[in-house]
């Protein structure tokens, strides 16, 4: 069997952009990733975090400050004229006066091998829109269009900055229906979204950023068991809540303590170790012990005080 190289290769990443006004903003800051050939990998991450910097210098444009991009074991530029990589962007926009077929076939004449125009409308969901004008479209119609687009030169490598934005929720659900399909044919998928949910139910890596580093990068599930941990809540009595609280927070993997209505709730690493010392202790009564959910991952991985924490790694 012939060594493939992987998907997207990416090492030591930097790329700063200077804001009007003369300050320096540092978007990409040491990012080092790889993604292999099959996987449907999210880029998660609050606004500014440099997901669409990333994307876009895995689609060749602009140039790193340092460090390097392989897209198929060579260069970005390289992978998208052979039509291995295509991508469904945030900005580029459509022409609003031709219909959805001539906007398909206009591109696809520029290209050397497009896919047949019925089998992409096929495949983007298209067919029944066909004949509609680009003007008439919807934004999640609209958004459809540019993944036929993205289609046309039957990429290995598919990459979708925030596509579903602006849908409604029955628009989004088709949309990763379609998605799946394109998933399961052995298509490598990468895509930036603001959705946990998205992540959660249709990728199979999640890559969290904060500040234009990674801050974390596993399984949703891996994200959800292994980072925020899990969550003890005990009830406490009133006169001891600030005794205990304190002597929580001394314990290892502790990361939260908040207090609602003689209720304390501790997010934590080691939630048995947690609930063994407020038993033996007896210091908290009728405990509960759950899963932190992606959300409250998300939040403690990308809030302030990650700045002085190491990457997590999974
Ligand atoms: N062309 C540019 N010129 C100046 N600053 C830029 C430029 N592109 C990005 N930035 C800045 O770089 C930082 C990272 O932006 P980027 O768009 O990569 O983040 P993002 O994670 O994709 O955010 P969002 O979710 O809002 O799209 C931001 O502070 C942004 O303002």
Known sequence: MTNQPPAVEIRDLHKSFRQRGGTQVHAVQGVDLTIQRGEVVALLGPNGAGKTT???????FGQPD???VRVFGGSPRAAIED?????VLQTGGLLADLTVRETLKAVASLMPRPLPLDEVLDRAGLT???RHMVS???????????FGLALLADPELLILDEPTAGMDVRARREFWDTMHAEARQGRTIIFATHYLEEADTFANRVILMSRGKIVADGSTAEIRA?????TVVAEVAVQAVERVREAVLTLDGVHDVTVR?????ITCRDSDAVARYLLMHNLGNHLEITSANLEQAFVALTSDSLDTKEEVSL
Not at 54 to 60: F, H, I, K, N, Q
Not at 136 to 146: A, D, E, M, N
Not at 226 to 230: D, M, N, S
Not at 261 to 265: K, Q, S
């Open 128 to 130: 029944t829109i066909a």
């Open 261 to 265: 209505g003689g209720r304390m709730t």
């Open 66 to 68: 340092h460090g390097e």
């Open 54 to 60: 990333t994307l876009d210098l895995v689609l060749g």
């Open 226 to 230: 292994r980072t925020t941990g899990r």
């Open 83 to 87: 039509g291995a990589v295509s991508a």
């Open 136 to 146: 008439k479209c919807s934004g999640g119609q609209q958004q459809r269009l540019k």
